[in-house]
């Protein structure tokens, strides 16, 4: 029996773990699921060999099938990615294309993770003739695998320009740079006709991009409006939302330009300062907007700045921006975009409904400062009568009693009259500045419809241009095959330029809508509590004049 017994199979040692190759299988794997030793690649590189040697030569593990369940299709490392992510903070750094050797596994380390470590050394000419040449990917372990590449220091003075810069996205705030802007003093300067108010404006800011530290400058009113200028055509087309300046008014400036002295029109020329003191600091808060060069010199040159153009009223150019925004409007009217974002027809609802009861709530502010002036008046008005009875009472009590309401009561005209002025500027103007800024939230609004319009009226231009060349084929027309063929290229560069140049907006519109909204929700809650507190201080100066008067009042026989 054991004479009839089959001999074992024999055992191939030198093939034993290995495989063969399946058809159409990729064997120059990019992201070491197969892994090549460096001795094995070197002999790659200096003699050619055949596909039947080559499968001998493949060490194909346990590692290669451990790395191909952990990732359902293959990494890509066409790029560096800029980031090396740790997991929770800890990092053990490894350099795959360094030159010398990997350290060995630990103890219990196995085989197939041995495999896994093994990186084949790849030198080209893309980093050069050395492996030395090559930039440094430091690959860190964590639950997600990143890279970063030490990028080559810039020339001083040379400014990147980031995608995010040209493409007009909002990059991340800075929280750890501050900027406060104030404006302490206003000028008049000239006579007659000639004459206009400047505005000291003191800027104090750690910001980096600024030259200085604490900056002075004096600037007109229309220094402000070309700013905003400046600041619209640069953004606006991005999806920027620009805060709107202060609005002109020719009866305050008529006032300046006729009253001998600054006492005339003092009250103008303070809602203006406060309205620009406002104006600046809205575009200080905005991350992309304090960074641009026009508003970085508004802030520091000393000098004069270049006239603005087009800013007058009454000039040639203010007549052609009204007649623009007129032709804006009828434009709003007569085209309906097709919206298909959901999240785009909520907003504008949002944004109309906003904008109606902001509105109706300003008319209301101003009725309560107009009354509260009015009662501030009335309560002098008293004040003064009640001083005239007491002098002519004869009771000596009763006068002394008269005298000291009359100066309750011009106490309360005072704290009145301080009230309407916090009412106006705490309150309204806020009120006032928000209706403004809904105004720029609609510009945006506006901007994507007219790049929608842009690319839609392209496509039907490129369809077009695509049917007169099929007419022409069809009539064997060949001579201005060649121009008609230019065209519709050119008209594809523009239909997806338009579509691009759409996109974008939308995407930018969705970042300033939501930054606008958290600024809005901020800014609300401040000026409540301002207010609120105001309203109290006030209230309580007004019972401490009348608990003063009530002993006097006591006294009375």
């Not at 991009?209 to 055509?233: I, N, Q, T």
């Given at each position: 029996m054991a004479d009839e017994r089959e001999p074992p199979p024999l055992i191939d040692t030198q093939n034993e773990g290995k495989r063969e190759i399946e058809e159409d299988e990729d064997i120059f794997l990019s992201d070491s699921k197969e892994l090549i030793s460096n001795k094995h690649y070197e002999k790659l590189q200096n003699e050619k060999i055949d596909s039947t040697k080559l499968q001998d030569d493949l060490l194909i593990g346990d590692a290669a099938s451990e790395l191909k369940s952990e990732s359902a299709e293959p990494e890509k490392l066409d790029h560096f990615v800029e980031?090396?992510?740790?997991?929770?903070?800890?990092?053990?750094?490894?350099?795959?294309?360094?030159?010398?050797?990997?350290?060995?596994?630990?103890?219990?380390?196995?085989?197939?993770?041995?495999?896994?470590?093994?990186?084949?050394?790849?030198?080209?000419?893309?980093?050069?003739?050395?492996?030395?040449?090559?930039?440094?990917?430091?690959?860190?372990?964590?639950?997600?695998?990143?890279?970063?590449?030490?990028?080559?220091?810039?020339?001083?003075?040379?400014?990147?320009?980031?995608?995010?810069?040209?493409?007009?996205?909002?990059?991340?705030?800075?929280?750890?740079?501050?900027?406060?802007?104030?404006?302490?003093?206003?000028?008049?300067?000239?006579?007659?006709?000639?004459?206009?108010?400047?505005?000291?404006?003191?800027?104090?800011?750690?910001?980096?991009?600024?030259?200085?530290?604490?900056?002075?400058?004096?600037?007109?009113?229309?220094?402000?409006?070309?700013?905003?200028?400046?600041?619209?055509?640069?953004?606006?087309?991005?999806?920027?939302?620009?805060?709107?300046?202060?609005?002109?008014?020719?009866?305050?400036?008529?006032?300046?330009?006729?009253?001998?002295?600054?006492?005339?029109?003092?009250?103008?020329?303070?809602?203006?300062?406060?309205?620009?003191?406002?104006?600046?600091?809205?575009?200080?808060?905005?991350?992309?907007?304090?960074?641009?060069?026009?508003?970085?010199?508004?802030?520091?040159?000393?000098?004069?700045?270049?006239?603005?153009?087009?800013?007058?009223?009454?000039?040639?150019?203010?007549?052609?921006?009204?007649?623009?925004?007129?032709?804006?409007?009828i434009g709003k009217i007569a085209y309906k975009m097709d919206e298909t974002d959901q999240w785009f027809e909520e907003k504008t609802q949002q944004i109309e409904t906003l904008d109606a009861q902001l509105g109706m709530l300003h008319s209301s502010l101003e009725t309560l400062v107009d009354s509260r002036k009015e009662l501030a008046q009335s309560k002098g008005i008293l004040a003064k009568s009640v001083m005239l009875l007491g002098a002519s009472e004869e009771n000596p009590a009763l006068s002394s009693a008269l005298s000291q309401l009359a100066d309750v009561e011009e106490h309360l005209d005072r704290v009145y009259e301080v009230q309407a002025d916090d009412d106006f500027y705490i309150f309204a103007e806020f009120v006032k500045d928000y209706v403004g800024l809904l105004q720029s939230v609609k510009d945006i609004f506006h901007e994507r419809i007219k790049l929608y319009k842009i690319w839609k009226d392209s496509e039907v231009t490129l369809a077009k241009k695509r049917e007169t060349k099929v007419r022409m084929e069809l009539a064997h027309k060949t001579d201005k095959m060649q121009e008609a063929t230019r065209e519709i290229a050119e008209w594809e560069l523009n239909v997806d330029k338009s579509q691009q140049d759409f996109e974008r907006i939308s995407k930018n519109i969705h970042k300033e809508v939501k930054r606008f909204e958290t600024q809005r929700c901020k800014d609300l809650k401040r000026i409540v509590i301002a207010y609120l507190e105001s309203l109290l201080n006030h209230e309580q100066q007004v019972v401490r004049h009348w608990e003063g008067f009530l002993p006097e009042a006591q006294q009375i026989i």
């Open positions: 980031s090396a992510v740790a997991d929770n903070g800890s990092t053990t750094n490894r350099d795959v294309f360094s030159a010398s050797r990997p350290k060995s596994p630990p103890a219990s380390s196995t085989p197939s993770t041995e495999k896994a470590n093994k990186v084949p050394k790849k030198p080209g000419p893309l980093f050069g003739n050395t492996l030395d040449d090559a930039p440094k990917v430091v690959v860190t372990e964590s639950s997600t695998t990143y890279a970063t590449v030490n990028k080559p220091s810039l020339p001083s003075g040379f400014h990147h320009t980031s995608r995010k810069e040209l493409a007009g996205a909002e990059p991340e705030e800075d929280t750890n740079h501050r900027i406060d802007i104030r404006i302490t003093e206003t000028k008049k300067v000239g006579d007659g006709m000639n004459a206009y108010v400047v505005y000291k404006v003191c800027t104090k800011t750690s910001i980096p991009g600024f030259r200085r530290r604490e900056m002075e400058v004096f600037r007109r009113f229309s220094d402000f409006l070309g700013l905003r200028d400046k600041l619209a055509e640069k953004h606006l087309h991005f999806g920027v939302i620009i805060p709107p300046p202060p609005e002109k008014s020719l009866i305050g400036m008529a006032k300046i330009k006729v009253s001998k002295d600054e006492s005339g029109s003092m009250d103008f020329v303070e809602q203006r300062r406060a309205a620009l003191e406002r104006f600046l600091n809205r575009i200080a808060q905005h991350p992309v907007l304090r960074g641009d060069p026009s508003f970085v010199d508004f802030l520091e040159l000393e000098s004069d700045l270049p006239k603005a153009t087009g800013t007058s009223a009454l000039s040639g150019a203010g007549f052609l921006r009204l007649f623009n925004r007129v032709g804006d409007t």
